[in-house]
């Protein structure tokens, strides 16, 4: 089984920055590298995609609404995965989750191909 938990989410003004961490566990997890993706949910919209990430960090793919805005990262070693937030916006706000996909690697930015999700970190930008 696998357990992901989302942390660093918090109360921000506009224009700032937050970080946020995937800690993955499980023996599933420290025996296979998945790849990674961070997900959003406003309230009344449905989940959207932010980011993905390859299993070797190398190749990323991004919302265009986040795009040079917000950057993904993972550490292998330590089984986390990071989403840098900066010049944050109110339309920003939401509930941030962050899933892996045991599939073959391809990086998607639909929710239906990720296997395994956290319970999510609620982000909240002021104007």
């Known amino acids: 089984q696998v357990q992901l938990v989302e942390s660093g989410g918090r109360l921000v003004q506009a224009g700032g920055s937050l970080r946020l961490s995937c800690a993955g566990s499980?023996?599933?997890?420290?025996?296979?590298?998945?790849?990674m993706g961070w997900f959003r949910q406003a309230p009344g919209k449905e989940r959207e995609f932010v980011a993905t990430?390859?299993?070797?960090?190398?190749?990323?793919v991004y919302a265009d609404s986040v795009k040079g805005r917000f950057t993904i990262s993972r550490d292998n070693a330590h089984n986390t995965a990071y989403l840098q937030m900066n010049s944050l916006k109110p339309e920003d706000t939401a509930v941030y989750y962050c899933?892996?996909?045991?599939?073959?690697?391809?990086?998607?930015?639909?929710?239906?191909?990720?296997?395994?999700w956290g319970q999510g970190t609620q982000v909240t930008v002021s104007s």
């Open positions: 899933a892996a996909d045991q599939g073959i690697g391809v990086l998607s930015a639909s929710s239906r191909d990720y296997d395994y």
């Open positions: 499980g023996r599933t997890f420290s025996n296979y590298v998945y790849v």
């Open positions: 990430i390859s299993r070797s960090g190398g190749n990323t």
